[in-house]
């Protein structure tokens, strides 16, 4: 059996976003681990979207 996806959640939800330096650390750490998937994890944010303004 032959797993093709792994990979890690990083939860953004809970504190401070990281910065892209550190990001770029994980997302090496990750290469250097062959894993292929990095999830960010996002509760309680609403992005605005143009198309629809009840989002903002």
């Known amino acids: 059996m032959s797993v093709t996806e792994t990979g890690a959640v ?8 990281s910065k892209m ?3 770029r650390r994980i997302v090496d750490l990750m290469a250097s681990l062959k ?11 609403a992005a ?3 198309s629809d303004p009840s989002l903002h």
């Open 35 to 45: 894993l292929n998937q990095l999830q960010l994890y996002i509760e309680g944010v």
């Open 48 to 50: 605005p979207y143009a």
């Open 21 to 23: 330096k550190t990001q």
């Open 10 to 17: 990083l939860d953004i939800s809970r504190s401070n976003i």
